[in-house]
């Protein structure tokens, strides 16, 4: 079944708690929650106290993206927030096996992005250590920008890579996803699909959920 996990980078802070539950009444598999430093993206969002916040007000699983430099400080208050998945950016790490074991240490599952322009190579020598590799179909920094399309043969050829190796890693599309291209992005593989301004710009999110389950056949 192809999980949905609404980004709350496009909720409505005044109410984040409100908007957290609504999501997960509405149906939402897992919460996708966008971590952004000022220096790896051009824009600054939220930390560690705000996913804590978001751990008291759901059991959805948290899906953490750190797009910041220098991730391994902030692996241990991310892990002790509640992330259950810590995704950090193979551009962001020098060291990205040591950042990998880091996040698998404090009981977390790790978790590695590319951006558009990075390879699937990149991914090579990571691919076993970890549970997901998001795909970014957006640069990221922003919420509500348009699907790269080059995305989708990207995500064909990392589900082919898992397959041949024998891995079960997941494959999460994040940016620009919408239900009129959810169908063609399901199909290239994916398992997860983040959904910012589409979910929390629709208004009526039980409406959405039902209408991307009925896409996606799922349930
Ligand atoms: C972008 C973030 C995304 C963003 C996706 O840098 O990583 O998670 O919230 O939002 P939409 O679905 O609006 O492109
Ligand atoms: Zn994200």
């Not at 910041?68 to 998945?85: L, N, Q, S, T």
């Not at 880091?102 to 951006?115: D, F, Q, W």
């Not at 691919?127 to 640069?139: I, K």
């Not at 024998?166 to 992005?185: F, Q, W, Y």
């Amino acid at each position: 079944m192809i999980k949905i996990a609404p980004s709350l980078l496009s909720s409505d802070f005044t109410r984040l708690g409100e908007e957290v539950r609504a999501a997960e009444s509405a149906g939402a598999d897992m919460l996708h929650i966008d971590v952004m430093d000022g220096h790896f993206v051009p824009n600054i969002t939220i930390g560690p106290f705000i996913v804590e916040a978001v751990r008291k007000t759901t059991k959805l699983p948290l899906d953490v993206h750190l797009m910041i430099e220098e991730p391994d400080r902030y692996i241990k208050d991310f892990a002790a927030a509640g992330a259950d998945f810590l995704t950090v950016h193979v551009e962001a790490s020098i060291h990205l096996n040591r950042t990998v074991s880091l996040i698998r240490e404090n009981s977390v599952k790790p978790g590695v992005s590319l951006n558009p322009a990075t390879p699937v190579c990149s991914l090579d020598f990571i691919l076993p250590d970890v549970d997901l590799v998001l795909v970014m179909s957006v640069n990221p920094g922003f919420g509500g920008q348009g699907f790269i399309s080059g995305s989708l043969d990207k995500i064909k050829a990392i589900k082919e890579n898992a397959a041949k190796r024998g891995l079960k890693t997941l494959i999460a599309v994040d940016g620009g996803v919408r239900p009129e291209n959810s169908r063609d992005i399901a199909g290239a593989g994916a398992d997860i699909l983040v959904m910012g301004a589409a979910f929390f710009g629709s208004g009526d999110y039980k409406a959405l959920m039902g209408e991307m389950r009925k896409l996606l056949d799922t349930r």
